[in-house]
């Protein structure tokens, strides 16, 4: 049985860097053909994907969010991180990280999200 856990700060000031770590159990993130996707959920609204690694190392991120988005992993740790740039009050949402085949297939795996509020 997979499982994902978020962690990272519930409150950033705006201008600054979000950064979160999903912790995976239960299988590696470089076992072959997987992504590792951030996603979030903003209030009222819907999912927004925000970007994968997969098990390769290779970075896939949403054009909308692309320039302020960077996806990292420690394979020794079995952990992959978001960092967001710049954020505003707009960045507020609880931030999920799920499992997929492939970049836009459905999520297998899903961590139980972390609530990031943006404000000063």
């Known amino acids: 049985q997979v499982q994902l856990q978020e962690s990272g700060p519930g409150l950033v000031k705006p201008s600054q860097t979000l950064s979160l770590t999903c912790t995976v159990s239960?299988?590696?993130?470089?076992?072959?053909?997987?992504?590792w996707s951030w996603i979030r959920q903003p209030p009222g609204k819907g999912l927004e994907w925000m970007g994968a690694?997969?098990?390769?190392?290779?970075?896939h991120y949403s054009p909308s969010l692309k320039s302020r988005t960077s996806i990292s992993r420690d394979t020794s740790k079995n952990h992959f991180t978001l960092q967001l740039s710049s954020v505003t009050p707009e960045d507020t949402a609880v931030y999920y990280c799920?499992?997929?085949?492939?970049?836009?297939?459905?999520?297998?795996?899903w961590g139980q999200g972390t609530q990031v509020t943006v404000s000063s």
């Open positions: 239960g299988g590696s993130i470089t076992t072959n053909s997987y992504y």
């Open positions: 799920a499992r997929s085949r492939g970049v836009g297939d459905s999520y297998d795996y």
């Open positions: 690694i997969a098990s390769s190392g290779s970075t």
